[in-house]
Every structure is written in structure tokens, then in C-alpha cells.
């Protein structure tokens, strides 16, 4: 009986790195914006924030577009 | 489809009822964490399920063309055979649906592939080895992985985002589980309805009518779509339930961060090739994402029950269809009744479904001090061991069984205006 623990741990690890990075970039992007939500309202201007933001929020879509590519690979 | 025969005919049917029963099991792996945290309304989560699901058929028809391969010697496969396991698969699938516990779908099939072939052809057939690692250890692997990875994943979003608030935050959450439920939908649309497509193949090779190392019809492609886009939209409510409010209580950063984690998981197994079950790693990323916030609690009686379920799910799929295949030995009564006393046990589970609905208005209704969920689910277990588990007298079982589905037949539900889950599958 062979079992692929390589493999396994393979996907143990990246999952894990994935998953957190992910959710990191998401929750940072969701702070820039919400720290623009705030300032707004305080009649200044994020503009810093909201640039993270999207950076943020664009590299979680390119993941999405990957995770996309890998299922009809 | 010149030379169809009427086994053939029987065996593709019973293949798209077992698609459509996998839809609605599954539809929870998908949206139970967004329906649960309100991110999206019930039934547009699973008609945005069931499109998905509908799609992702059509990306690739890769794992159809590896399905059932090494676990069980080709060699011995008629039709009959992948009949008989067929029907393991559709009972395990109705039965666990009844009690609304998620278990794995493809462990169904293929526990009913392996109790089939061992009816016919012996102990011999199957791979020992290939079963502990293919079905076994990721078992075991699957929510561990997909759990440590949302645990952390729920922690890191509560420190980081302890600052973000508001509409921006809400609303920003709400788009991320949208997201990655959707690429979850996805990829059991490629994943699981693909095995329908792969195991139709396999029988229409089997029955002689496709030529060996053929790629699926392109009917075989559609139907199987669109069965398993069907039995997504209806919705397993009460597995939803289970997985969206019974482990645990979700929040959308929790709901967020789980079905994150159990997206990668999912893509990362299928890609790097350690195939790991969709539903277990759903299960392990929500219990995960329970045990991530501080204060959030996972209700270890109904995660028991879920481990219970999914130990049962090969042993019983197997014993099912072995009894089903030696019945089907006997002829083409034999094959006949094991059809009927299918469709008698599913209008069965289906009526006992009935006693207590569960459907798309009150599936966020989970009442944790309660009794309620227990009481049900031993109700339900009382009601229905003796047709699954019927080694001894299949025929009376069958017998009885059709009496009930003869006083289900005039009562059609006519006071619920929500579909049923599992109408009478064949």
C-alpha cells in the first residue's frame, strides 16, 4: 500500500498558505474601505486606502480567474 | 442508440435520478454558509448554484474519462452491475438526506460500485490498497486540512478587520462568500457531474452500444447537466440546514473565510491530485471557522452524527447494492423488482420526508436548545432502517414498501406550494 503522503502535504500546505492569503488580502481590502467609508463621512478623503483596497480586491479576482482556469484545465 | 436495450435504458435513467439526487445533496456544500449568514436570499443561492452547476458540466469531460478506473476490475462490469450500485448510491444519498446530514456522494457511488462488483464477481475484484487510499485516508484528511486552513483564515479576518465596520465591511463580506461559493458550485458541477457522464459511458461500453475509450455523447454531456443542475435548484433544505446553522453558528466573516478555505481545498486536491471529498471539506472548513472566533462554539453531537454518517456511507452504499446485484442475478424479475422496490423505498423517504418540511422559508430556523433536531433525525432513523438494511426477505421489504408508495401516490402534498426535494427519483 503506497499512500502519497507528498501529495497530501501538498495540499495541506498550499491550501493553508492559499486560504490565509487569501482572506488576508480580502479583509485588508475591506478595511481600506471601510477606512474610506469613514473618512467620507468625516469629510476627508482616502485616496491612499482606496488604491489598496482595490489592489487588494484585484488580486483576489485574479485568484478567482485562476481558480477558474484550473477547474476547466 | 440503435442497439439500446431496455437494461441499458434502465441503467442510464437510474444514473441521471442518482445525478439529480447528488444536486440536492450537494447544493449545501455550496451555499449552506451563504444562506445561513443572509449573504444571499435561499432560493437565488441555489438557482446561482444550480447554473453554476449547469455550466461547470460542460467545462471538461476529463474526469468522466477517468471514472471507476483502479478501484474495481473493468472486466466484471455489466450493466446490471452499475444498476445495482446505482441504487446503493440513490438509497444512501435519500436516507442521509432524510436526516440532513451531508456525506459524500461519490463515496456512495463508488461504496455501491465496490458492493456490486463483489456480488458479481467476487472479493477478488477490488483493490484493497486503492481503497484506503483513495477513500479512507481523505476521508479522514479532507476536513482536517480544510479546517485548520479556515480556522486560521476566520482568526486572521477577526484581528485584521477589528477595525472595519459599516456597510463597506457588510457588504464587502457578502461579495466574498458569493464568490467563492460560486467557484465551489463550479467545480462539483465539473467534478460530480461528470461522474454521471463517466459511469452513462461506462455502461453504454459495457452494454456494447459505445465503442471501448470513447468520450461521452454529447446527449450523455446535456442530461447529465442538466440533472444535476435540477436537484441543485430544488435544494437539499435540510442538509443546508445542517451545515449552514447545525454545526455551528456562522457569521459572513466565518462564512467567508470556510467557504474560502474550502474552495482551495477542493482546487488545490483535484489539481495537485490527491482528490479530496467536496463535502467533507466543507463540513471540516465550517467547523473550522467555528472553532476560529472567539466565543464560537461547534455542536460536537451533530458533528458526531455527520462522522458517523460518512463511515457508514461506503459500508451501507456496498451492502445495498450487493443485495441489489444478487437479486438482479435472478433475471430480469430480479432486475425488476430491485427497480421497483428503488422507486417504492425513494417515494417511501420521500412521503416520511414529508411529516416535518423542510424547504427554503424555514431553513435558517435552527433552534439550538430545541430538542427538535434529534428527535427527528432518531424518528427518522426508526422509520426507515428496515428498507435499506433489508438483506433478509428483499421481497417483503419490497412488498410493504409498494403498499406504502400506493397510499403516497393520492396524497400528493397539496398543501405546500414549495417543491418537494425528492420526488419519486426514477
Not at chain 2, 84 to 105: H, R, Y
Not at chain 2, 309 to 337: H, K, M, N, S, Y
Request: a neutral charge; glycine letters at 10%.
Amino acid at each position: 500500500m503506497k499512500i502519497d503522503w507528498a501529495a497530501l502535504g501538498s495540499v495541506f500546505g498550499v491550501s493553508l498558505v492559499v486560504t490565509v492569503a487569501l482572506v488576508a488580502l480580502f479583509t485588508l481590502g475591506i478595511n481600506g474601505l471601510s477606512r474610506q467609508e469613514r473618512a467620507a463621512a468625516e469629510g476627508r478623503s482616502a485616496a491612499l486606502a482606496v488604491t489598496g483596497a482595490y489592489a487588494c480586491f484585484a488580486a483576489c479576482a485574479a485568484a478567482v480567474a485562476y481558480g477558474i482556469y484550473l477547474i476547466m484545465a | 442508440m440503435e442497439s439500446f436495450s431496455l437494461i441499458l435504458a434502465i441503467v442510464v435513467v437510474t444514473a441521471l435520478a442518482f445525478d439529480f439526487t447528488n444536486g440536492f445533496h450537494d447544493t449545501a456544500n455550496a451555499m449552506a454558509t451563504t444562506i445561513s449568514t443572509g449573504a444571499l436570499k435561499p432560493k437565488v443561492a441555489v438557482a446561482m448554484s444550480a447554473v453554476l452547476n449547469l455550466v461547470g458540466a460542460f467545462l471538461s469531460v476529463e474526469v468522466a474519462n477517468t471514472i471507476s478506473k483502479g478501484l474495481v476490475d473493468e472486466a466484471g462490469i455489466r450493466p446490471e452491475v452499475i444498476f445495482a450500485a446505482l441504487v446503493g448510491a440513490i438509497l444512501w444519498n435519500l436516507l442521509t438526506w432524510l436526516v440532513g446530514l451531508p456525506s459524500s456522494s461519490s463515496h456512495a457511488l463508488m461504496g455501491g460500485l465496490i458492493g456490486a462488483t463483489v456480488a458479481s464477481a467476487g472479493f477478488g475484484a477490488v483493490h484493497g490498497d486503492v481503497l484506503v487510499t483513495k477513500v479512507l485516508i481523505p476521508a479522514i484528511a479532507a476536513p482536517l486540512v480544510a479546517g485548520v486552513a479556515a480556522m486560521f483564515a476566520t482568526r486572521l479576518t477577526y484581528r485584521l478587520g477589528r477595525d472595519a465596520d459599516g456597510k463597506a465591511s457588510a457588504k464587502g463580506y457578502r461579495a466574498g462568500q458569493i464568490a467563492s461559493a460560486g467557484l465551489v458550485s463550479l467545480a462539483h458541477g465539473t467534478n460530480d457531474a461528470q461522474k454521471t457522464m463517466g459511469i452513462i459511458t461506462l455502461a453504454l461500453v459495457a452494454g456494447g452500444t459505445l465503442a471501448p475509450d470513447s468520450d461521452p455523447p454529447m446527449w450523455v454531456i446535456l442530461s447529465a447537466g442538466i440533472a444535476i443542475a435540477l436537484g441543485t435548484y430544488l435544494g437539499g433544505w435540510r442538509i443546508i440546514r445542517t451545515m449552514g446553522k447545525g454545526l455551528t453558528d456562522l457569521r459572513p466573516q466565518q462564512g467567508f473565510a470556510a467557504q474560502t478555505s474550502a474552495a482551495t481545498v477542493i482546487l488545490a486536491s483535484s489539481h495537485l491530485g490527491f482528490s479530496l471529498s467536496t463535502t467533507h471539506s466543507v463540513s471540516g472548513a465550517v467547523m473550522g471557522a467555528g472553532l476560529g472566533r472567539k466565543g464560537g462554539v461547534v455542536r460536537w453531537s451533530t458533528a458526531t452524527r455527520m462522522f458517523v454518517a460518512w463511515g457508514l456511507t461506503l459500508p451501507a452504499a456496498a451492502l445495498v447494492a450487493a443485495v441489489a446485484e444478487w437479486v438482479c442475478g435472478f433475471g430480469d424479475w430480479g432486475t425488476a423488482l430491485v427497480a421497483v422496490f428503488l422507486v417504492a423505498s425513494s417515494a417511501a423517504i420521500w412521503k416520511i420526508s414529508r411529516r416535518e418540511v423542510v424547504d427554503h422559508t424555514n431553513v435558517n430556523d435552527h433552534d439550538v436548545s430545541g430538542e427538535e433536531p434529534s428527535g427527528v433525525v432518531t424518528q427518522a432513523i426508526a422509520a426507515v432502517t428496515p428498507p435499506p438494511a433489508g438483506t433478509v426477505g428483499e421481497e417483503a421489504t419490497a412488498g410493504t414498501a409498494g403498499e406504502e408508495l400506493a397510499a403516497a401516490i393520492p396524497a400528493p402534498a397539496p398543501t405546500d406550494p414549495a417543491s418537494p426535494p425528492a420526488r419519486t427519483t426514477v
